[in-house]
């Protein structure tokens, strides 16, 4: 019965289940008020800062816009650490902020990948400059 080792993890699993209660979540966690700012005003400005880098040929405007959107997006991750350790319960803290972490950075690994494949797209060599005599 035990030759499993399969059977042997989930019997242990299944009693460090039972043994430890389910974290509740609280109303205060839930309540956008005292998270700052809400993800619709993050996302609005981020949507519109991104739209006046398309649209608006200035190099000024869009360092602007690039900076706001880099300190709209900026504490997302941290922030969704802090509430991770208040929802989840403290013995499961090490391995839940360890998990995020690395699912972070193969995302952060992924988009590097798709920015070098994109780059294989431009070509090599500058244009070249046609000069019109008049």
């Avoid at 974290?23 to 519109?48: D, K």
């Avoid at 959107?69 to 991750?77: A, E």
């Avoid at 950075?105 to 000069?131: C, E, H, I, K, T």
């Amino acid at each position: 019965m035990f030759d499993n080792p399969s059977f042997v993890l989930k019997g242990i699993l299944d009693t460090e289940i039972q043994q430890k209660p389910v974290p509740e979540i609280h109303a205060r966690l839930l309540n956008r008020s005292n998270r700052g700012s809400s993800p619709n005003t993050v996302g609005g400005v981020s949507f519109l800062m991104t739209i006046l880098i398309w649209f608006v040929d200035s190099t000024i405007e869009n360092a602007l816009s690039s900076a706001v959107v880099g300190l709209m997006y900026g504490p997302i991750f941290p922030g969704t650490l802090g509430l991770c350790n208040d929802i989840l319960p403290r013995d499961v803290h090490m391995v839940s902020m360890a998990i995020l972490t690395a699912v972070a950075s193969a995302g952060s690994v992924s988009q590097n990948v798709a920015m070098f494949v994109l780059w294989l797209f431009f070509p090599s060599s500058p244009p070249v400059r046609v000069s019109y005599s008049v």
